[in-house]
Every structure is written in C-alpha cells, then in structure tokens.
C-alpha cells in the first residue's frame, strides 16, 4: 500500500512540473525517472537572443540545480538557467542536481548584422574600373550568404556580380551591395573629357541690324568637363557677336561665325540680308511693271481708273507681286478707295477691315498672288514689306 502511494505521489510531481515548464509552448523535455526534469532536450537561438531552461527537482527543495556551458563562447547560462547565445556554433548546457544531470544541445545561428565596403565614395575617369570588397558582419556568420551588386545608373556606372565596377559615362551614381538583405553602397564621380565642340542653335540667313542667339555644347552628352565658349565672326564689317553668342548683322555680307572651347572649334556661314524694307506704291496703267525690287503682274483684265483710284479689279482679276531674288516678302496692305470685298490668295495669311485688305507671309515666299471673287475692288495704293 506505501508503494501505491508513494508512485502516485511521483506522478503528480512530474504532472506539476510539466504545469509550471510549459510557458505558452509545447514542452520538450527529459527527466531522469527519479524526479529530476529538465524542460528541453535542444534549443535554437540567433546571436544575442536568451531563452530560459527549466529544471525540477521531486520533491522540491531536495536539491539545488546548477547550470554550466560546455562552450561559453557560443552559450552562456546563468544561475536561474536563462541561456544566452554569444557566438555561432553548437555547446550543451548542462543541470545538475546532487549527483544527476540532464543535458540540452544549444544551436547558436549567427546572422548578417552590416555590411561594410572598402570604399564608400569613389572618382573615376571616364573607361576606368575599380574592384570593390564587400565584408559581412559579424565575422562569425554561420547561414549561407547571398550578394547582390547593384547600379543606380548602368549608363554611368556598371558593376558585376563580384563588385567589379566600371565606368562607362560621365555623371553621378551609386553602387549598392546587399547580403541576405543588409545592404552598404558607394557613391561614384564619374568625370569625362570632351571629345569637341559643335554649334547648336544658329542661322544661316540675318537681316541688318537684327539680331540671333547662337548657341554651342560640348560633346559627347555627357561630359563633365566645364570649357569657357569664345565666339567671333571673321569680318566685322558685316555682323558682331558678343561673349554669349548673340550675333548682330550690320551690313548686308557673308561672315562666319565660329565657337572655340579649349582646343576644339564649330563654324556655320551666315548671310547678313539687308534691313527689312517697307515701300508704298501707287500704280501704273500697265499690265507689267517693276518698281526698284517689286514686281507687278496684273492678270484677268483690270481697269486703270482715274485720279480717285488706281486699279479696278473684277470678278476672277488680279495681280501677282514678287520681290527680286534673294528676298522674302513678309507683309502686304491694300489701300482701297472703293469696296472691301474678299481677295482670295495662294499662300499667307489675308484678312480685312473696312477698306484695308491685309496680307502677311506665313512662310517664306519671293512671290503672292490675289485674285478678286466677287464684284469690284478699287486700290489705289499697295504697301509691301520685304527684307
């Protein structure tokens, strides 16, 4: 009958300590058949993390429990059992109790914390390549280890899966590195010389006395080399252009106009066209005349009045006016003595109000020609503007 009770009484020792060990989680232990218990038989811990052990003695207060590592650089144990992984690897922590112990195998996995580059801003001339080193802390990583290069800008830097980075444009751009996650990069200054120079924005035709804005770059697009522009124009009779590239034409001629930067040079011809002329002419009882650079042609039989007007044009006549080679007309006004009706023409812009018809070039032309397409249109007077 003792030995009844007293297995009974073993039970529910062992049953209380399992109570008390489980702490939210399946418990995994071992005990010794003679009331000693340890909670686990293994445990799994990353670098700096702690986990606590459980030992129960039957019947309690029989004897005290001591912890000991059988590795402390990889675990620790503290006098209340509390395990603490200090380095990667494997060690047993062992429980004793009088003359019984228990044992738990403790892992230790070491993970990646930082990552640190040989090189964390770099210059480098245009074709130029560097190796960059990556390291992985801490030093005692136990997991594999995936790395990854990366480029913010591959048309300014490249890099391959070992680091080795080149350049392959003129600008800015920043290498990244990541192992398993964790990440370090290196800023790059890619500096590249100019292969010339070349004249960007320009004209090939100025009138006197107005003026254009050349403009000039260094190639390739991506230099980064900085040179000062010097613009000049071979004969200054005819046009000037100042230190920014503004060009003026001063006389009708031919210059050219050249941008110097460093030892490289672009030129473009131009031809200075003489001031915009304005002139107003009365007409003649002719059919074909010419009047300095302005030419009449009438066509579809047009009547000459007398002193209160010009010409008198009907229903399907008109009059073709043309400037002289080498120049453009860019406005033409009608002054009516009679009527205000439409003329329709080839090219340009046409518009009226009250006795005044208006024309006004929207490409350039030497030549308009307008017709009359109803009734009758008297003008005395035209006013033509050419350059």
């Known amino acids: 009958m003792k030995r009844i009770v007293k297995i009974i009484s073993v039970m529910a020792a062992v049953m209380v300590a399992f109570t008390a060990c489980k702490n939210d989680e399946d418990i995994i232990g071992t005990n010794d058949g003679e009331g000693f218990f340890i909670n686990r038989t293994d445990l799994a811990l990353n670098k700096g993390a702690s986990a606590p052990l459980v030992a129960t003695v039957t ?5 005290q429990v001591n912890w000991s590592s059988a590795n402390e650089a990889v675990a620790t144990v503290s006098n209340e059992g509390v395990v603490t992984a200090v380095g990667a690897g494997e060690t047993v922590i062992t429980a004793k109790a009088g003359s019984k112990s228990l044992q738990c195998t403790v892992y230790v996995t070491s993970m990646v914390t930082s990552v640190t580059l040989d090189n964390n801003t770099a210059e480098l001339w245009y074709g130029e390549e560097l190796q960059l080193t990556a390291t992985a802390n801490p030093d005692d990583i136990n997991v594999p280890m995936d790395t990854v290069w990366t480029s913010s800008n591959e048309s ?3 890099v391959s899966k070992k680091g080795l980075v080149k350049a392959v444009g003129g600008g800015q751009a920043t290498v990244a590195v990541s192992i398993n996650g964790v990440s370090s990069a290196c800023d790059f200054n890619i500096r590249r010389n100019a292969d010339g120079v070349k004249i960007t924005t320009y004209t090939s035709e100025l009138a006197a006395h107005r ?3 050349f403009e000039a770059e260094l190639y390739p697009a991506d230099v980064t080399e900085s040179l000062d522009f010097e613009w000049s124009v071979d004969n200054t009779d005819y046009a000037s252009i100042d230190e920014n590239g503004l060009l003026t034409g001063i006389a009708a001629g031919n210059v050219t106009v050249t941008v110097k930067a460093g030892e490289f040079s672009d030129s473009v011809p131009v031809t200075i066209k003489r001031e915009p002329q304005t002139v107003t002419i009365t007409t003649t009882s002719v059919d074909n005349f010419t009047d300095g650079d302005i030419t009449f042609t009438f066509n579809g039989g047009v009547n000459w009045g007398g002193s209160r007007y010009g010409v008198e044009f009907h229903t399907g006549s008109g009059v073709t006016i043309s400037v002289a080679s080498g120049f453009k007309i860019t406005k033409i ?40 397409n109803n009734a009758e249109i008297d003008v005395l007077k035209f006013t033509i503007t050419y350059e």
């Open 156 to 158: 300014v830097v490249t």
């Open 59 to 63: 019947p309690k207060g029989s004897a």
């Open 333 to 372: 006004t009608f002054t009516n003595t009679y009527g205000s009706r439409n003329f329709t023409v080839d090219n340009g812009s046409y518009s009226r109000s009250g006795s005044n018809h208006t024309w006004e070039a929207t490409e350039d032309v030497s030549s308009v020609t307008f017709t009359n």
């Open 211 to 213: 003026a254009f804005q």
